[in-house]
């Protein structure tokens, strides 16, 4: 027995040494800066928004629905391209996609029009949507088990950072140094292209041995019927928590530009400050939130952060011109709202999942999330064109607190909240 022991003992360590540390943060850093540039071209049309609306007669109805189109696109593509990379490899799906958004940003700068916007946007949506799971799928494959959820976490968090935090800075400064809206497409396009060629040569396919592994662990799976993964009640909870707080935060992210500049008159300095908040926000909810969970329990912090979003947002909305009050208030919103996301699409799926169908479950509550989310962009463009732009402001509040009242139903799953509870049940 103890020489089995031994054994196993110098099989790990040997694993352990044979581990390519290097490649996995060459791997996690490329990805990482490459779902940030998602966020990034994704998010950067709502502060260019009030430049382009001028110069193509847009209205918000016709934001609403830019915006709301990549949403339902890539919802539709995330749902799917995940399981193509397991059967195909995720070079051949990652390395053509950021390539392709990055293209299409370009092309968002050549646009003459509503329709030739729309598009492009949706297709940019497919691109975006295919890389979001492969990436995840990639970190996970590079990253030795014991920080994988550290590197999940750290990628997942540049994509608010970069497209909510950085994206409106650097769309309002840019905007006083270039000709026009349409080269500061050009501009954020460039990393992407050269990032992908980066990725090219240090992205590779998992050893034969961990796809060979993968795929035995998948086959039982595919047997499964689709139904299971809905056996657990977090799964569809999940989705329209996710549903509720995409309602919030995507509406916010998409609106609040115009509201600062046209509601509140402030300036596109100061809009790119204030819409800032949501960003860097964001990246910090993506930690704190679901590392609160791990101690507190989904359903408390689920529901806490849901109630904090919403008091919070209500003194957004009854605050003045005040951009340092301004981001503030944002700042806080999107700390929780984009927290309590990162969790109901990470632990929250992923522990609701049936075995072998992990990445399934999450794949269609993150792809639903994404498609009634842009709905509700284009419910938010509705409003504004009809009812002003500061109505668009109570239809995220609505989402939010909706997603109080859903999650309050949840079924509680995180590991060490579940442990404590098991001493307390064999003593009664």
């Known amino acids: 027995?103890?020489?089995?022991?031994?054994?196993?003992?110098?099989?790990?360590?040997?694993?352990?040494?044979?581990?390519?540390?290097?490649?996995?943060?060459?791997?996690?850093?490329?990805?990482?800066?490459?779902?940030?540039?998602?966020?990034?071209?994704?998010?950067?049309?709502?502060?260019?928004?009030?430049?382009?609306?001028?110069?193509?007669?847009?209205?918000?109805?016709?934001?609403?629905?830019?915006?709301g189109i990549l949403g339902i696109s890539w919802g539709i593509s995330a749902t799917v391209m995940g399981g193509i990379s397991d059967r195909i490899g995720r070079r051949k799906v990652l390395i053509p996609a950021i390539f392709l958004f990055?293209?299409?940003?370009?092309?968002?700068?050549?646009?003459?029009?509503?329709?030739?916007?729309?598009?492009?946007?949706?297709?940019?949506?497919?691109?975006?949507?295919?890389?979001?799971?492969?990436?995840?799928?990639?970190?996970?494959?590079?990253?030795?088990?014991?920080?994988?959820?550290?590197?999940?976490?750290?990628?997942?968090?540049?994509?608010?950072?970069?497209?909510?935090?950085?994206?409106?800075?650097?769309?309002?400064?840019?905007?006083?140094?270039?000709?026009?809206?349409?080269?500061?497409?050009?501009?954020?396009?460039?990393?992407?292209?050269?990032?992908?060629?980066?990725?090219?040569?240090?992205?590779?396919?998992?050893?034969?041995?961990?796809?060979?592994?993968?795929?035995?662990a998948d086959k039982p799976a595919m047997s499964l019927a689709w139904f299971k993964i809905f056996q657990h009640r977090n799964i569809g909870l999940s989705m329209a928590a996710l549903f509720c707080a995409m309602t919030g935060v995507f509406v916010l992210s998409a609106m609040v530009p115009n509201y600062l500049v046209d509601y509140l008159h402030l300036t596109a300095g100061q809009m790119g400050f204030v819409t800032s908040g949501l960003g860097f926000g964001g990246f910090v909810g993506s930690f704190?939130?679901?590392?609160?969970?791990?101690?507190?329990?989904?359903?408390?912090?689920?529901?806490?952060?849901?109630?904090?979003?919403?008091?919070?947002?209500?003194?957004?909305?009854?605050?003045?011109?005040?951009?340092?009050?301004?981001?503030?208030?944002?700042?806080?919103?999107?700390?929780?709202?984009?927290?309590?996301?990162?969790?109901?699409?990470?632990?929250?799926a992923a522990e609701a999942a049936p075995a072998g169908l992990v990445s399934s479950s999450i794949g269609i509550v993150v792809g639903s999330g994404e498609i009634f989310g842009g709905i509700a962009q284009g419910i938010a463009g509705f409003l504004a064109q009809h009812f002003g732009i500061q109505s668009t402001l109570l239809l995220a509040m609505a989402g939010i607190v909706s997603g109080v009242i859903v999650c309050l139903f949840l079924k509680e799953t995180a590991p060490k909240k579940l442990a404590r509870s098991v001493p307390v049940a064999l003593a009664g």
């Open 288 to 348: 704190v939130i679901p590392g609160l969970s791990d101690l507190l329990g989904r359903r408390l912090v689920a529901v806490l952060s849901f109630v904090s979003a919403a008091l919070v947002l209500w003194a957004f909305i009854r605050t003045g011109a005040s951009p340092g009050v301004l981001f503030g208030l944002l700042f806080v919103t999107s700390l929780f709202t984009l927290g309590v996301v990162s969790m109901l699409s990470g632990p929250i």
């Open 102 to 216: 990055s293209i299409l940003s370009i092309f968002s700068g050549l646009a003459s029009g509503l329709i030739t916007l729309l598009i492009i946007r949706s297709i940019m949506g497919i691109a975006e949507g295919s890389y979001c799971p492969t990436s995840f799928a990639t970190t996970n494959d590079a990253s030795e088990p014991k920080r994988r959820g550290l590197n999940i976490g750290m990628q997942g968090s540049t994509f608010g950072l970069f497209g909510l935090g950085f994206g409106p800075i650097i769309a309002t400064q840019l905007m006083r140094v270039v000709p026009s809206w349409r080269w500061v497409f050009l501009v954020v396009a460039i990393p992407g292209l050269i990032l992908g060629a980066f990725m090219f040569w240090i992205i590779r396919e998992p050893s034969r041995d961990m796809a060979d592994k993968r795929d035995t």
């Open 1 to 67: 027995m103890q020489n089995t022991e031994n054994l196993q003992n110098t099989a790990s360590a040997a694993v352990l040494q044979r581990w390519d540390t290097s490649y996995e943060w060459k791997a996690v850093t490329v990805l990482g800066l490459g779902f940030g540039l998602v966020g990034l071209d994704r998010w950067i049309i709502a502060p260019l928004f009030p430049f382009i609306m001028k110069d193509l007669h847009l209205g918000y109805q016709d934001l609403g629905s830019i915006v």
